[in-house]
């Protein structure tokens, strides 16, 4: 395609576009304008929201860890009453 084919087709393209907008050339902007804005948080959104998974997946296992800990040291308290009892009863 030549290079002068493509201009025309730009030209008619703008051309059409400025005679079937549905809206006025300010408001055209300002509705670029935002969509540029808003394509431009885009990046910042995602990284807020990975972050945020981020924190609750180690929020949740941070609670697993708290939870088996506990638990391993209340089977490790148990276990040695246990045996102190035993061992009393053995030597009575």
Same mark, same amino acid.
């Given at each position: 395609?030549?290079?002068?084919?493509?201009?025309?087709?730009?030209?008619?393209?703008?051309?059409?576009?400025?005679?079937? %907008?549905? *809206?006025?050339? @300010?408001?055209?902007?300002?509705?670029?304008?935002?969509?540029? #804005?808003?394509? $431009? +948080?885009?990046?910042?959104?995602?990284?807020?929201?990975?972050?945020?998974?981020? %924190?609750? *997946?180690?929020? @949740?296992?941070?609670?697993?860890?708290?939870?088996?800990?506990? #638990?391993?040291? $209340? +089977?490790a308290a148990v276990e040695t009453v246990t045996e102190k009892?035993?061992?009393?009863?053995?030597?009575?």
């Amino acid at each position: 395609m030549s290079a002068t084919k493509f201009l025309m087709g730009v030209g008619i393209g703008i051309g059409l576009g400025m005679i079937f %907008a549905p *809206a006025p050339g @300010e408001e055209t902007r300002r509705s670029i304008a935002q969509r540029v #804005r808003d394509l $431009a +948080e885009m990046p910042e959104r995602k990284l807020q929201e990975k972050a945020e998974a981020a %924190a609750e *997946a180690a929020k @949740e296992k941070a609670g697993e860890m708290g939870s088996r800990i506990g #638990r391993e040291a $209340a +089977e490790a308290a148990v276990e040695t009453v246990t045996e102190k009892v035993l061992k009393r009863n053995k030597s009575a």
